[in-house]
Nanobody
Framework: QVQLVESGGGVVQAGGSLRLSCAAS????????MGWFRQAPGKEREFVAR????????TYADSVKGRFTISRDNAKNTVYLQMSSLKPEDTAVYYC????????????WGQGTQVTVSS
């Protein structure tokens, strides 16, 4: 059974930082590219960041570029999202996901972790 479990969410003031973690199990972690998505109330789920299998290539949404950093530790089966200079508009439930190379879809999703940025 594949499981992706996010952690590290919480409440932080604008301008602050937070690091999210996503622990994976039940899959060959290093065979999957990993992504972070978020969904705010009343809005569609949006892409945040993606990282390649080996961690050498990362992609970011324009809205977070320069503020967020995605990384992974394949030995720990964990992907991270370091968030800095947080803004109230970053408030959302953040999800991690795993995708098999050669597909255009993320195959597995976590349950999400809430991030709230206050003014």
């Amino acid at each position: 059974q594949v499981q992706l479990v996010e952690s590290g969410g919480g409440v932080v003031q604008a301008g602050g930082s937070l690091r999210l973690s996503c622990a994976a199990s039940g899959l060959t972690f290093s065979s999957y590219y990993m992504g972070w998505f978020r969904q705010a109330p009343g809005k569609e789920r949006e892409f945040v960041a993606r990282i390649s299998r080996g961690g050498g290539v990362s992609t970011y949404a324009d809205s977070v570029k320069g503020r967020f950093t995605i990384s992974r530790d394949n030995a720990k089966n964990t992907v991270y999202l370091q968030m800095s200079s947080l803004k109230p508009e970053d408030t959302a439930v953040y999800y991690c996901a795993a995708g098999a190379v050669g597909t255009y879809q993320y195959t597995y999703w976590g349950q999400g972790t809430q991030v709230t940025v206050s003014s």
